[in-house]
């Protein structure tokens, strides 16, 4: 399974082909722990990509674009100011969901389960009284839908989210039934 650093390292070489200079921000110490080690050696054989551990943007300045990049050193606190005009972000992908176990069906990575993805056995845990099988982007829990990122099986994409943001409001306006967790 790819994970969102190997994105973010694959993007990285990707630009790397045409930008003279691609800088990789990670909060941790390194890359180590949390990419294949194809693609960290990929990036460390890489002159044009610029690894900085231990790093996270504190400011982005600019007027009608994107004009410089302040980052923050975390292991001795010094910022540094580059002349950057684009930024990508992939910040992670771990849901934020132990809030709702016990509430809603979650897979093993605490994603949240939705429609077709949801086991008999989901339901039958679950407060499921429906006579009907799930919508789609329904969560185990009838009447309370899930998209974007937080939902197991999305592409992990701004528009797809949206997307699936819209189809559910179409599944709310059906749906009439009061929810209670």
């Not at 943007?57 to 980052?71: A, K, P, T």
């Amino acid at each position: 399974m790819e994970t969102r650093l190997d994105a973010a390292g694959q993007a990285a070489v990707f630009l790397a082909r045409s930008a003279k200079r691609v800088h990789i921000l990670v909060r941790s110490a390194g890359l180590g722990a949390n990419m294949s080690r194809y693609l960290i050696r990929r990036i460390e054989e890489n002159s044009e990509i610029v690894l900085h551990p231990r790093t996270e943007i504190v400011r982005l300045e600019g007027g009608d674009h994107l004009e410089s990049v302040i980052w923050r050193d975390n292991q001795n606190g010094q910022t540094e100011k580059n002349g950057i005009r684009h930024v990508f972000l992939m910040t992670g992908a771990d849901p934020n969901t132990t809030w709702l176990e016990g509430c809603l069906s979650l897979d093993n990575g605490g994603f949240i389960k939705t429609g077709s993805d949801l086991s008999q056995e989901d339901l039958k845990e679950g407060v499921w009284k429906a006579d009907r099988q799930p919508y789609l982007l329904e969560t185990s829990l009838p009447g309370v839908f899930s998209s974007g990122d937080v939902r197991s099986g999305s592409i992990k994409r701004v528009a797809s989210a949206v997307g699936e943001g819209s189809i559910a409001i179409s599944f709310v306006h059906k749906n009439t039934s009061r929810v209670e967790c």
